[in-house]
């Protein structure tokens, strides 16, 4: 949290002149999306400097991980990203189960990127749905969040829970599915790419949501990775980096599946509609994914052999995978003595995307603001952990 | 004295009437809303929700009223009565029926843009007096908003005028005629114009989507109303939903006919032989028909369509709607100069406009069927079911 005193080192001092004024947006503020301040500088309606302010939803989750055997961690992680949690889960099993040399049966896998898809797709209807909302659009938000309800029922039948999941285990998953799951989830993927097709006839063909959207807060592909931005925002700028293709894990290498760039379709490679765009073409390649692991999924074991006590031998280490809001890494040190690591560091997509704030929101018009900060999908527990 | 004593027992009825009327609005649009958004809405207080607005209206009686420490209270006072008394002074004149009205105003039209302008006064106190900077932003937009969007109004208004010869709303809905082809929304291209100008331009006066920008929930938090609590705040949403039924009652008057029930409008007493009673309230049930369908409409609006951006919104009024109301104007007195009234040309005009509006709804309606077909409308239902 931000004191007076580090706002006057932080922010270049001029004085506020007569025209501007001091406008102190969240952390509750509907827009901001959880618990993130925003201090703006205003002229009028627009934003002559600004600064973002994070942790007020720190939980020191890096500091309990330090105090904690391996595999009660991994309920933590769900609390990284809570919208998708599976995601979080996988990536902290990856990272650990590669550095222990853990054995992982095929349909776990499987039934991992399952879940994982499924949440990827649960976490990109909030984040369009939240962008209608914040620029004005309320039912196309309900709409999305009617059909997340449906992937939480799933997320259900699948795990036990409808979220923070707590579904994957080093070695295997916590639990089979019953067979009627793969029929649902069928019948689930027909309806949502008829939903999808409603959807944007009914908001991304809509010519004020466009107005609202395209132009705004352009970041270019260099910009992008200045600002270490991952997933869809740096897709969004035209740099087809996904990990899934670029460093695969799971069974992504099988899978076919095109990378959404953004392209400027309507405006410019880079602006807020191209982050939104992404993420709806994402959408529809993770159904294709899911409609691929559904028809190669096999009967077979879900959890393997693991030692009880899991001591992962000294070193460190970082492993990646791509979270619906970015690259989800997870660096882990290990004193090769105890069976609790010795620091473990998480690195997500939305601290990332809050790097870019101060720099961008400068010119833009408090409306502006307010789309450039949800077309980047900033999930506030994700930013502060 | 005894005249008085009427006056005053009528005008208190007339205003219980349209409180009543613009709270039941506040339960008709939670209805709509929630059956667009496939959900329920209010339901629990009477019969399917009906007396939902009085249970919400002892509620916010309950509530302490809350005045904040640094607000200016005279003015945080006063501010949502100046509100509502603007918004239903504008009812005065307006002719529900021959008989039912307040006051035959010869310049009818005069006192509903100056009584429509008189809310920005009540809109820009309570921004100020809330001494809260949000508010203070909403109340600025609002004042811009509401002068800017006066204009195109003004000039839908004024080729209403021409046409009729008169400012008595009165004498205006006696030019129109029970039949779609004489009322003045398809007498001729510039009148069809004129109702479009006027009617966007009242959405803008009334706040409403997609002109909502001083209350933008996203952006301003909640506007001017932000630091409003109680009976206080109620009133500003009494004065919000009477406006529509004053829009609603405005474009009918103006544009559809008023309540023209297929006998001829008189001033004075009606043909013998006539009931007059039936025809008053045969034409009140039609007048009232047709402003709730165009309260219908601007809900519809609102709850499909996002929110413009300030510059946005002024360029709409100040580009397009203001130079095509000038131009309309200038087009109205050079076609009523060299096209009387029922030539051949005129009734042509008439009978083509009329038709292309009834092949626009019949179109509208196929696609509506055509895009469910597509959906299959299983969107509306549970896929696994």
């Known amino acids: 949290?931000?004191?007076?005193?580090?706002?006057?080192?932080?922010?270049?001092?001029?004085?506020?002149?007569?025209?501007?004024?001091?406008?102190?947006?969240?952390?509750?503020?509907?827009?901001?999306?959880?618990?993130?301040?925003?201090?703006?500088?205003?002229d009028g309606e627009i934003v002559v400097r600004a600064v973002a302010d994070v942790g007020y939803l720190h939980r020191s989750i890096e500091k309990i991980a330090?105090?904690?055997?391996?595999?009660?961690?991994?309920?933590?992680?769900?609390?990284?990203?809570?919208?998708?949690?599976?995601?979080?889960?996988?990536?902290?099993?990856?990272?650990?189960?590669?550095?222990?040399?853990?054995?992982?049966?095929?349909?776990?896998?499987?039934?991992?990127?399952?879940?994982?898809?499924?949440?990827?797709?649960?976490?990109?209807?909030?984040?369009?749905?939240?962008?209608?909302?914040?620029?004005?659009?309320?039912?196309?938000?309900?709409?999305?969040?009617?059909?997340?309800?449906?992937?939480?029922?799933?997320?259900?039948?699948?795990?036990?829970?409808?979220?923070?999941?707590?579904?994957?285990?080093?070695?295997?998953?916590?639990?089979?599915?019953?067979?009627?799951?793969?029929?649902?989830?069928?019948?689930?993927?027909?309806?949502?790419?008829?939903?999808?097709?409603e959807f944007n006839r009914l908001l991304t063909t809509n010519k004020i949501f466009l107005e609202r959207l395209i132009n705004v807060g352009i970041l270019t592909g260099d910009q992008a990775l200045g600002f270490s931005f991952s997933g869809p925002n740096l897709r969004a700028s035209g740099v087809g980096h996904d990990l899934r293709r670029i460093d695969p894990y799971c069974f992504y290498s099988d899978m076919e599946f095109s990378v959404p760039v953004g392209s400027g379709v309507k405006g410019t490679t880079g602006d807020s509609f191209d982050r939104f765009i992404v993420r709806i073409d994402e959408m529809l390649e993770s159904v294709k994914i899911l409609r691929q692991i559904m028809s190669k999924i096999k009967e077979g074991p879900i959890q393997s052999k693991i030692p009880r006590k899991i001591v992962l031998p000294a070193g460190e280490s970082y492993h990646r995978s791509e979270a619906p809001r970015g690259e989800l890494g997870f660096h882990i040190v290990s004193d090769g003595k105890s069976n609790m690591p010795y620091r473990i560091k998480i690195r997500t997509g939305s601290f990332a995307a809050m790097t870019s704030l101060s720099e961008l929101f400068k010119g833009m018009m408090v409306a502006d603001v307010v789309a450039y900060f949800a077309s980047l999908d900033v999930v506030a527990p994700e930013v502060d952990r | 004295m005894i005249n008085l004593i009427y006056m005053f027992v009528f005008s208190l009825v007339y205003l219980l009437l349209l409180a009543?009327?613009?709270?039941?609005?506040?339960?008709?649009?939670?209805?709509?809303?929630?059956?667009?958004?496939?959900?329920?809405?209010?339901?629990?207080?009477?019969i399917q929700g009906i007396l939902q607005f009085i249970a919400d209206l002892i509620k916010g009686v309950q509530k302490e009223d809350i005045i904040p420490a640094d607000a200016y209270a005279f003015l945080f006072k006063i501010a949502p009565y100046l509100v509502f008394m603007g918004v239903f002074l504008t009812l005065v004149p307006i002719p529900f029926g021959a008989y039912t009205l307040m006051e035959?105003?010869?310049?009818?039209?005069?006192?509903?843009?100056?009584?429509?302008?008189?809310?920005?006064?009540?809109?820009?106190?309570?921004?100020?007096a809330s001494n809260n900077?949000?508010?203070?932003?909403?109340?600025?937009?609002?004042?811009?908003?509401?002068?800017?969007?006066?204009?195109?109004?003004?000039?839908?208004?004024?080729?209403?005028?021409?046409?009729?010869?008169?400012?008595?709303?009165?004498?205006?809905?006696?030019?129109?005629?029970?039949?779609?082809?004489?009322?003045?929304?398809?007498?001729?291209?510039?009148?069809?114009i004129a109702f479009n100008l006027f009617f966007i331009a009242s959405l803008a006066e009334g706040n409403r989507v997609p002109f909502d920008i001083p209350e933008a929930e996203s952006e301003l938090v909640s506007g001017y109303n932000t630091e409003?609590?109680?009976?206080?705040?109620?009133?500003?949403?009494?004065?919000?939903?009477?406006?529509?039924?004053?829009?609603?009652?405005?474009?009918?008057?103006?544009?559809?006919?008023?309540?023209?029930?297929?006998?001829?409008?008189?001033?004075?007493?009606?043909?013998?032989?006539?009931?007059?009673?039936?025809?008053?309230?045969?034409?009140?049930?039609?007048?009232?028909?047709?402003?709730?369908?165009?309260?219908?409409?601007?809900?519809?609006?609102?709850?499909?369509?996002p929110r413009l951006r300030i510059d946005q919104l002024m360029d709409i009024c100040w580009k397009y709607m203001v130079p095509i109301g000038l131009i309309s104007s200038l087009g109205i007195v050079i076609w009523m100069y060299f096209i009387p009234e029922n030539s051949t040309i005129d009734r042509i005009v008439r009978l083509t406009l009329t038709s292309l509006g009834a092949i626009t709804v019949l179109y509208f309606k196929y696609r509506v069927y055509k895009n469910l077909k597509i959906t299959k409308a299983t969107i509306y239902a549970n896929p696994f079911v």
Request: overall charge neutral.
């Open chain 2, 104 to 128: 035959d105003l010869d310049v009818g039209i005069y006192y509903v843009l100056a009584m429509a302008s008189y809310v920005v006064i009540g809109l820009m106190i309570g921004g100020w």
């Open chain 2, 228 to 305: 409003y609590s109680g009976m206080r705040f109620l009133f500003f949403f009494l004065a919000e939903w009477g406006n529509l039924v004053v829009i609603g009652a405005l474009v009918t008057c103006m544009f559809f006919g008023g309540g023209s029930f297929w006998y001829e409008w008189k001033i004075s007493i009606p043909a013998p032989g006539r009931d007059p009673i039936v025809f008053e309230v045969l034409g009140f049930l039609w007048f009232l028909f047709k402003t709730f369908f165009f309260v219908f409409v601007i809900i519809w609006i609102r709850w499909t369509l």
């Open chain 1, 66 to 197: 330090e105090n904690l055997p391996y595999p009660m961690f991994m309920p933590y992680t769900d609390r990284v990203d809570y919208v998708a949690a599976i995601n979080c889960n996988l990536g902290y099993a990856l990272a650990v189960e590669s550095l222990a040399g853990l054995e992982v049966p095929e349909r776990a896998t499987w039934l991992r990127m399952i879940g994982a898809e499924l949440n990827r797709i649960n976490s990109h209807l909030i984040a369009v749905g939240a962008l209608a909302m914040d620029v004005g659009a309320t039912t196309p938000f309900v709409h999305a969040i009617r059909e997340r309800e449906y992937i939480l029922d799933l997320l259900e039948i699948l795990t036990g829970t409808r979220m923070n999941n707590n579904y994957v285990r080093f070695g295997g998953v916590c639990q089979d599915v019953p067979e009627d799951f793969f029929k649902k989830t069928e019948k689930f993927l027909d309806h949502f790419v008829l939903f999808l097709g």
């Open chain 2, 20 to 46: 009543l009327t613009a709270g039941i609005l506040t339960y008709v649009e939670r209805r709509i809303a929630g059956r667009m958004q496939s959900r329920i809405g209010p339901n629990r207080v009477g």
């Open chain 2, 133 to 192: 900077k949000w508010s203070l932003l909403g109340g600025m937009r609002s004042a811009a908003q509401k002068i800017s969007y006066e204009i195109p109004a003004a000039l839908g208004v004024f080729i209403v005028v021409i046409m009729s010869g008169s400012m008595n709303f009165q004498k205006i809905v006696a030019a129109q005629g029970a039949s779609p082809v004489d009322w003045f929304v398809f007498r001729n291209p510039f009148t069809f």
């Open chain 1, 1 to 42: 949290m931000i004191t007076e005193n580090d706002l006057q080192s932080r922010v270049e001092i001029t004085p506020i002149n007569g025209s501007e004024i001091e406008i102190n947006m969240g952390p509750h503020h509907p827009s901001t999306h959880g618990v993130i301040r925003f201090i703006l500088f205003l």
